[in-house]
């Protein structure tokens, strides 16, 4: 009765995990003596991994053998032991003030991408936008689709709180591409900022310092 119960419980339950080692714990659960069918019974992972830009960098050499890069590259045989798993969702971005850009998604992705070409999860990868000035083929997802995955872009955090000197919170500005969604916040929707930053870089403009003039004489209005 009581793994009857445990299973129409857990059978539409999605994890949410915010952490690699937990990762690899959810493929060793039953030899811990948790139930088996907490293992089996779920349907969806949430992964939320936001790790300093340095353990990103890891990813894109294969001789680092960090405790990251381990856990990571092995994905596709933690995921294998979860035979219900039908969807998979992965939030990433690193916590230092560097753009996103600077992270080889490709070798960060390709281990996770391989095991799920041969499989009918559901994926979405929720990647922060590229800056149209530094992306590149070989070293980003540039499609919005890849097998059975989907790769959906996003606004980095604007405001971040940062630990002084005298060991208190700071909330501090760092802005990111499209830097225009802030400085022209009310005359353009995020999505409308992006496809007019995206073309203005294109066309040699620094759109970058036309943002931080606007925000610096407050309210000013500018023709685009």
Known sequence: MYDEVSKFRWRNVALAI???????KL??????????????GF??????????LASFQTFKKPEDD??????????????????????LSIWFDHADAQI??????????????????NTVI????????????????????LNPTIGNA?????????WRGVVNCRGETDVVYRPDYPYSVDAFDG????????????????????????????RGFGNVQYAI
């Not at 381990?70 to 294998?80: D, F, H, N």
Request: charged share 25%; hydrophobic share 40%.
């Open 18 to 24: 915010t952490d690699l080692s937990v990762l690899e």
């Open 27 to 40: 493929g060793s659960m039953e030899k811990d003596g948790l139930p088996g069918v907490l293992r089996q």
């Open 43 to 52: 349907r969806e992972v949430n992964l939320t991994l936001r790790m300093p």
């Open 66 to 87: 960090t405790e990251q890069v381990r856990i990571w590259t092995g994905i596709s045989s933690t995921l294998a032991k979860a035979p219900q798993l039908k969807g």
């Open 100 to 117: 996103w850009s600077v992270v080889d998604e490709r070798a960060l992705l390709t281990p996770l991408l391989a095991y799920l070409s």
């Open 122 to 141: 559901k994926s979405t990868l929720f990647l922060p936008m590229l800056h149209p000035v530094y992306e590149l083929p070989e070293r980003h997802l």
């Open 150 to 158: 989907r790769v959906t872009r996003k606004l980095r955090q604007r």
């Open 187 to 214: 005359y353009m929707t995020p999505g409308e900022a992006e496809v007019w930053e995206r073309g203005a870089w294109k066309d040699g403009i620094d759109v970058e310092a036309v943002a931080k003039e606007i």
